[in-house]
Nanobody, 120 residues
Framework: VQLVESGGGLVQSGKSLTLSCVAS????????MAWYRQAPGNQRELVAS???????NYADSVKGRFTISRDAVKNTVFLHMNSLKTEDTAVYYC???????????????WGQGTLVTVLS
């Protein structure tokens, strides 16, 4: 499975931005998709996750401002970010947990990351 993110960039504090991530490949079934982020000097942290049939999970720091949504047919996940703050500046990574037709067990894939910079 390959993941490609898009939508990052420069944005003013208080504004909105939407990230997209598309999964491609063959012979796989996605169980869940998530967004992580990593700011300079910090560890990578979970921002939001989405698993079909369950309530999305959010980091406390983004609750009420970010929304994760997923198009299961198109294997795409979105992160709608509102009321952005300078502390949201980070590289945002897409993650997918999936099962493969060719390899037993649950696997994870990561995107290359997309940079979001929030200006004050």
């Amino acid at each position: 499975v390959q993941l490609v993110e898009s939508g990052g960039g420069l944005v003013q504090s208080g504004k909105s931005l939407t990230l997209s991530c598309v999964a491609s490949g063959s012979g796989f079934s996605i169980d869940s998709m998530a967004w992580y982020r990593q700011a300079p000097g910090n560890q990578r942290e979970l921002v939001a996750s989405h698993r079909s049939g369950t309530i999305p999970n959010y980091a406390d720091s983004v609750k009420g401002r970010f929304t994760i949504s997923r198009d299961a047919v198109k294997n795409t996940v979105f992160l709608h970010m509102n009321s952005l703050k300078t502390e949201d500046t980070a590289v945002y990574y897409c993650n997918a947990a999936y099962c493969s037709d060719y390899v037993p067990g649950r696997m994870h894939a990561w995107g290359q990351g997309t940079l979001v910079t929030v200006l004050s």
